[in-house]
Nanobody
Framework: QVRLVESGGGSVQAGGSLRLSCAAF????????MAWFRRAPGKELEAVAI???????AYADSVKGRFTISRDNAQRILYLPMNSLKPEDTAMYYC????????????????WGQGTQVTVSS
């Protein structure tokens, strides 16, 4: 059974850091494109960072230079260290997986975690 389990969320002050983790179970982790999404209150789901199987990761403009997506294929874990956090980063963060080599939209992702809340206070 496929499962994605996020952890690492919490409450921090602006300028602080957190590291999100996503443990994957039940599929060939290394063969899947993995991504972090977030949904802020009243806003649409947003792709934050994507790590493709064989290409350079992609980031939303709003997080470039502050967030870094990485994956440990041996441990089957996806990471998102987040630095210089801002109040506008407050959201529920989700990891997602797809066998699609070049996903274009959230609906391209077959598997989703339950999410971990990140709250940044000013």
């Amino acid at each position: 059974q496929v499962r994605l389990v996020e952890s690492g969320g919490g409450s921090v002050q602006a300028g602080g850091s957190l590291r999100l983790s996503c443990a994957a179970f039940g599929y060939t982790f290394s063969s899947y494109t993995m991504a972090w999404f977030r949904r802020a209150p009243g806003k649409e789901l947003e792709a934050v960072a994507i790590t493709y199987r064989d290409e350079i990761p992609a980031y939303a403009d709003s997080v470039k230079g502050r967030f870094t997506i990485s994956r440990d294929n041996a441990q089957r874990i996806l990471y998102l260290p987040m630095n210089s956090l801002k109040p506008e980063d407050t959201a529920m963060y989700y990891c997602a997986a797809t066998s699609n080599y070049r996903p274009r939209r959230p609906s391209d992702y077959a598997y989703w975690g339950q999410g971990t809340q990140v709250t940044v206070s000013s």
